[in-house]
């Protein structure tokens, strides 16, 4: 457990050195919105996080038949939750968010960049 990131992950920096070369400027990490996204443009009010599968609950109710502990479940659907609000009350400040989900950046990375970028302009 002690190897997983939470932040700046393979597929987050490879995202992050693409923007850089096509010269978009970000806060990454960005603390001082709610939910800290992963990418966010603070003058413009766009927000962007990328979500890991299994942690932020990717197919749950799948999931939810294979975890052997309820720790787990609690965990899962507790993020879940917290997303989903601090989300809500980003939009309700006027910030414009964008999830990613991490299988969809490994599956066709070039798209799902391309989305990243038409929502950032």
Request: aromatic share 14%.
């Amino acid at each position: 457990m002690s190897k997983i990131r939470s932040q700046n992950t393979k597929v987050e920096n490879l995202v992050f050195r693409e923007l850089r070369k096509r010269k978009i400027y970000f806060q990454k990490h960005y603390k001082k919105a709610i939910g800290n996204p992963d990418i966010a443009l603070p003058r413009k009010k766009k927000a962007i996080f990328k979500d890991g599968d299994f942690w932020h609950g990717y197919q749950f109710l799948k999931l939810k038949k294979r975890l052997p502990k309820k720790y787990w479940l609690k965990k899962i659907e507790n993020k879940i939750k917290r997303d989903k609000i601090n989300r809500y009350n980003l939009r309700k400040n006027g910030w414009r968010v964008l999830s990613i989900w991490e299988h969809e950046l490994c599956n066709n990375f070039d798209k799902s960049l391309e989305n990243v970028i038409k929502f950032l302009k």
